[in-house]
């Protein structure tokens, strides 16, 4: 097991909104900060459909743009720190993911992290 970085626990939050294979693809151009327009023609759809994504999204997620998607997204932990009067520590804000959750092997033996 190893530490979740921010796009670990990005991934885990699209994940757990339980978007579409299509809004996700939408959101990932959306991190990439690309307009309507863009979104649209890199996944060959039209801009009345890419909208349409995006209200879906946003209803699914609880925001209402881009920035505060991705700042849902990216910003907020999936899982708040309770601290008893004290700040938790940067490191403590992300959890330990298992290696089996990843997309691609490190090829780093049993227990490595796996790339997202």
């Known amino acids: 097991m190893c530490a979740a970085g921010p796009r670990d626990i990005a991934w885990l939050q699209i994940a757990a909104y339980g978007l579409s294979p299509r809004e996700r693809e939408v959101v990932e151009q959306v991190v990439r900060?690309?307009?309507?327009?863009?979104?649209?023609?890199?996944l060959f759809i039209a801009e009345d459909t890419v909208q349409d994504h995006l209200s879906h999204i946003f209803e699914k997620v609880g925001v209402r743009g881009r920035r505060a998607l991705i700042k849902r997204l990216y910003f907020d932990r999936l899982d708040p720190v309770v601290s008893s009067g004290s700040e938790a520590s940067y490191a403590s804000r992300w959890p330990v993911i298992p290696a089996s959750i990843g997309k691609a092997d490190t090829g780093g033996g049993e227990g490595a992290c796996q790339l997202l």
């Open 33 to 42: 900060g690309a307009s309507t327009r863009q979104i649209a023609s890199t």
